[in-house]
């Protein structure tokens, strides 16, 4: 029974990266159809934005004051410029990109577009020396073809947008309300093109967080306290942002309504919880790992879209997509090979070089020889069993010899 406990509670550790990365794509996906349908209302991106990271650091703050506050590191000046920058990147960059591309396409679109971030990161990690690249080897190999064949894929869904793909219970949904004009096919198209353009920055400004964040949490380790600090830093840029952008008092205006929703849950589920989440599994696993799961967001954002916006998908978003996943577990499939050689690599010189059967059988004889003479020495001497038991056993000499490497 304890064995199997045992098993149980290896897996569950196994697993842990595995659920927590899922669990999140849910997260987004919910964040995706509720922020489309608050844009499509006419809500501001930039004030979104603002209010979406306040409700970040107003939720997490108080657990990184408690609970860290004897393990927080002190803040030099090169770090916060780091936290400064990821502020920069990840709320006032990314997030106003991919909103604003977001309110021009799709949110199937979008998802699918979004993509492209292992491949980004993988490009970026290998700038930063922080992932190496031996074209000789298999693994590698899947890498670069993998992020060829990615790159190729959001082309496609940029240029390509082909027919309307109608589903069966399309036509008994009717898309909810929006305060925008409908516009023609040229103009459609000409916004396709301009809210995929944003999309690409976005995803570059994502996967650059991805990388500076795993670079500064190797120096501050503190994570709670880091998350809160880049919420924190986020939410006064996107003020002085939405200040030069919006000028009308108004659009800062909220209520009880879809727009609270929007932004209390993009900001609790999206922000805090995802930027810590994403931390702890890119510590152990590093950032390629992390962004390997958002095809499953696209797949639940594709479901949710066509019941609850009657999203129309068309034929090159399709196709691309499936480009853009077939280039990303491509990927996915060469950081997999390269974990495992790395687990290989930690097992023990003699463990894994054993020299050949004979020195494996001098140790069995050994080891069972001084078994023996522990078993004399009680008899004779009278011990007690338990004490005997606890005493030390002798290493033979040659356990203490390591094997020649081949």
């Known amino acids: 029974m304890e064995g199997k406990m045992g098993c149980f509670g290896d897996f569950i550790q196994r697993a842990k990266p595995y659920i927590a990365m899922i669990s999140l794509q849910f997260g987004y996906a919910g964040m995706n159809i509720i922020t489309k349908v608050s844009l499509n209302r006419g ?4 004030v979104l934005v603002v209010y979406r990271h306040a409700f970040a650091t107003a939720v997490i703050a108080p657990f990184a004051i408690i609970l860290e506050r004897k393990v927080r590191p002190k803040i030099t000046f090169p770090m916060f410029m780091q936290i400064f920058v990821l502020g920069l990147l990840g709320p006032v960059i990314d997030q106003n990109f991919y909103y604003a591309g977001l309110k021009f396409t799709s949110p199937t679109f979008s998802c699918a577009m979004s993509n492209m971030l292992p491949a980004m990161t993988f490009i970026m990690a290998v700038l930063c020396r922080m992932e190496k690249v031996d074209i000789k080897k298999v693994r590698c190999q899947a890498k670069v073809v993998g992020t060829i064949v990615t790159v190729c894929g959001a082309m496609l869904m940029t240029l390509y947008k082909g027919r309307v793909i109608n589903f069966v219970w ?6 909810p309300h929006s305060s925008s004009p409908p516009l023609s096919a040229a103009a459609a198209d000409k916004d396709w093109v301009k809210g995929s353009i944003l999309l690409i920055i976005a995803t570059f400004a994502w996967a650059s967080f991805f990388i500076l964040q795993a670079i500064t949490m190797r120096k501050y380790t503190a994570h709670l306290s880091l998350t809160s600090l880049v919420c924190f830093m986020g939410t006064l840029q996107s003020i002085a942002v939405t200040f030069v952008m919006e000028h009308r008092p108004s659009v800062w205006s909220i209520g009880w309504d879809m727009n609270l929703l929007a932004a209390a849950y993009a900001g609790i589920v999206s922000s805090s919880i995802a930027y810590y989440v994403q931390g702890l599994v890119m510590q152990k696993r590093g950032p390629v790992f992390v962004t390997a799961f958002s095809p499953l967001m696209m797949i639940i954002v594709a479901i949710m879209g066509s019941f609850i916006l009657a999203e129309k998908i068309y034929v090159g978003g399709v196709l691309g997509a499936v480009l853009i996943v077939a280039g990303l577990y491509s990927v996915l499939w060469g950081k997999y090979k390269e974990y495992k050689e790395k687990e290989a690599e930690a097992i023990p010189e003699p463990v894994k070089h054993n020299g050949g059967n004979n020195q494996m059988i001098m140790i069995i004889d050994d080891l069972e020889a001084n078994d023996v003479e522990m078993q004399k020495s009680q ?23 390591a094997a020649p490497k081949p």
């Open 43 to 46: 809500m501001s991106h930039y």
């Open 170 to 175: 399309s036509q008994y949904i009717h898309p």
């Open 379 to 401: 008899v004779n001497r009278n011990f007690v069993p338990a004490i005997a038991i606890s005493a030390p056993i002798p290493q033979p000499p040659m356990l203490a010899v």
